[in-house]
């Protein structure tokens, strides 16, 4: 159900998505339960109905390294905001993007993303979050 949603708004959003087209079901709930408990994190909804994974950076590819566990409300709001590290706070951004380190630690070692990873660092169409000095 969540994967299926992530590839239809990644279809609409950007035809040059490739990342979650190479996951399953099994990730996204690895994802869901371990990395973001379940939970919307700014609310802490838990109605799996309710929630949502969407780009944590709109104008960036969504992989589980670029992404929030939102309501559906809540990520209506998250894509408009231009600026998130004002938007939500230095506290709360760090909180996000050691939730994305721990995400590229685990898929980076399943092998489609591994290849995924390669082939785009070889093309030198990789943007990746800096992750300098976020501690986990």
């Known amino acids: 159900y969540m994967l299926a949603r992530i ?3 990644e279809q609409e959003y950007s035809p040059y998505s490739r990342m979650c087209f190479l996951l ?3 990730d996204i709930q ?4 371990t990395i973001w408990n379940s939970q919307s994190i700014l609310s802490s909804n838990e109605d799996i ?3 949502h994974f969407v780009r944590w950076k709109k104008d960036e ?3 589980p390294w670029n992404t929030i566990l939102l309501t559906l409300d809540e990520a209506e709001s998250h894509l408009k905001l231009t600026n998130l590290e004002l938007s939500y706070g230095e506290q709360f951004t760090k909180k996000i993007k050691q939730k994305h380190v721990m995400a590229r630690n685990y898929f980076s070692r399943l092998p489609n993303v591994s290849n995924y990873l390669n082939k785009a660092e070889s093309k030198g169409d990789l943007r ?7 501690k986990i």
């Not at 690895?30 to 339960?33: I, L, V």
């Not at 990746?128 to 976020?134: A, N, Q, R």
Request: net charge negative; aromatic share 18%; glycine share 4%.
């Open 49 to 51: 109905y309710q929630l």
């Open 7 to 9: 590839q239809h708004d």
């Open 30 to 33: 690895y994802m869901f339960e």
């Open 61 to 63: 590819e969504w992989t």
């Open 128 to 134: 990746l979050p800096s992750l300098t000095g976020v």
């Open 24 to 26: 399953t079901d099994r």
